[in-house]
Each structure stands twice: as C-alpha cells, then as structure tokens.
C-alpha cells in the first residue's frame, strides 16, 4: 500500500500468471537465477512487475513521481520507464 495524491492508500501488486515455461523454470533449481528474466519475456501472457503497476498508478495520476520512485523495487529502471514513457 502507497498513499496516494489524495491522503489515501493504493495496493501495488505484482501479478504472475503461471505459464508452461515459467512453471519449467519454477521446477528447475538451475533456472530460478533467470526468474525475473523469464518473467519480463512472458509479460504479453499475464505477468505485471510490481514496477509496472507503480508506472500505471503514476501515469493515472494516483501516485505522484516521488512515491512511485521510492517504493519502485528498481528506481533505475522506473526512472528509464518514465522516460521512455515521455519520449513516445
């Protein structure tokens, strides 16, 4: 939960879909180091970071940059999303 622009509190989730390659890479101990990398090339199929939805919260203008930033479990590459979000 993030306060949001309105004195309130927003839940910030990650969602996982489980897919045939990520339940392959879940039985592997070997894979489990390339979690979050299989987990970003299954994003069309159902996966959202929790950055991702901090990104929506912010660009729907319920969290303001600095909220986002500070609970964005990679600031860096929140910091390169939002650019890149600005740069379309």
């Known amino acids: 939960m993030v306060p949001t622009l309105h004195q309130e509190r927003v839940a910030v989730m990650e969602v996982i879909t489980l897919t045939p390659r990520l339940r392959e890479a879940l039985k592997q101990p070997s894979q489990t180091d390339r979690l979050r990398e299989v987990l970003r090339e299954e994003s069309l199929e159902g996966y959202q ?40």
């Open 49 to 88: 970071s929790f950055d991702q939805n901090l990104l929506e919260l912010y660009q729907r203008g319920l969290i303001d940059y600095q909220t986002a930033r500070l609970h964005a479990q990679n600031p860096t590459q929140f910091e390169l999303a939002i650019l890149r979000q600005s740069e379309r």
